[in-house]
């Protein structure tokens, strides 16, 4: 659903990005991991198309989102982690409002159902100046899953959420993966990506250093045997391979 081949971003001389090459299927939540500056932003805004990669080719579907944008974009929903909303559009007529942009048929049926689920019915008739951060949030993603995307690309979503919209949202991200979705979560929570992401794509200085379940990623170290995400991901960005702490 999701596949990168060789994607380079530069800014001038610096790369931002370096040869990224992998693949999401329906079904999979790819966990995007990698201290700031790894190049994590870069790599899922280009997938968005909101960034042109400066070589390599991304295919969302059957399509290229090069060559046929609107096509590939159709089929994919990204969530920033700063939620952009109209000022003057209630909770309700910002769905219905991207309903007609995405022509989704049964927007009426859909609005409801996505109230519930990230508990927004109280708040339909509301304002963003009226919401929380974290009410915002979950706004953004109602926005994003109205057209059912066959790709999900999510930045930091649990931003500003309390504990029960996390766990709501967590329930949500796993609930369109097994309905075939390919999501991507990019997220500094590895409690989180362990949790519910069934491979891992661990970034630093713009480049891949691991690709793979935990147990494939561990098993290529066998000095990381029996050791968590963290451990993991720290022995892998570390300039001397070891664990901090």
């Known amino acids: 659903m999701i596949r990168v081949d060789g994607l380079d ?10 040869g990224l090459s992998f693949q999401v299927e329906p079904g999979e939540v790819l966990g995007l991991v990698g201290p700031n500056g790894a190049g994590k932003t870069t790599t899922i805004r280009s997938l968005a198309g909101i960034i042109i990669p400066s070589r390599g080719r991304i ?6 989102l090069a060559t046929e944008a609107v096509a590939a974009k159709s089929l994919l929903a990204f969530i920033p982690d700063e939620p952009h909303l109209f000022d003057y559009l209630t909770v309700e007529e910002h769905l219905r409002f991207v309903g007609r942009l995405y022509q989704v048929a049964d927007v009426e049926t859909r609005i409801p159902d996505l109230l519930g689920e990230l508990d927004l019915a109280a708040k ?8 929380s951060r974290g009410m915002k949030q979950k706004l953004a993603i109602a926005c994003g899953l109205l057209h059912d995307p066959r790709a999900l690309l999510l930045d930091e979503p649990l931003t500003g959420l ?3 919209g996390i766990r709501r949202m967590k329930a949500t991200i796993v609930r369109r993966a097994e309905a075939g979705a390919a999501v991507i979560l990019s997220s500094h929570l590895l409690h989180l990506v362990e949790e519910i992401c069934t491979r891992v794509l661990i970034m630093n200085g713009g480049s891949a250093v691991a690709f793979g379940t935990i147990a494939e990623i561990v098993a290529s170290r066998p000095a990381l045997s029996g050791r968590r995400l963290e451990d993991v991901f720290l022995a892998l960005i570390t300039p001397d391979g070891e664990p901090r702490g």
């Open 59 to 64: 295919r969302i579907g059957d399509h290229d």
């Open 124 to 131: 339909r008739t509301a304002l963003p100046g009226e919401l």
């Open 9 to 18: 971003k530069l800014y001038g001389d610096f790369f931002a990005v370096r």
């Open 162 to 164: 309390d504990p029960v």
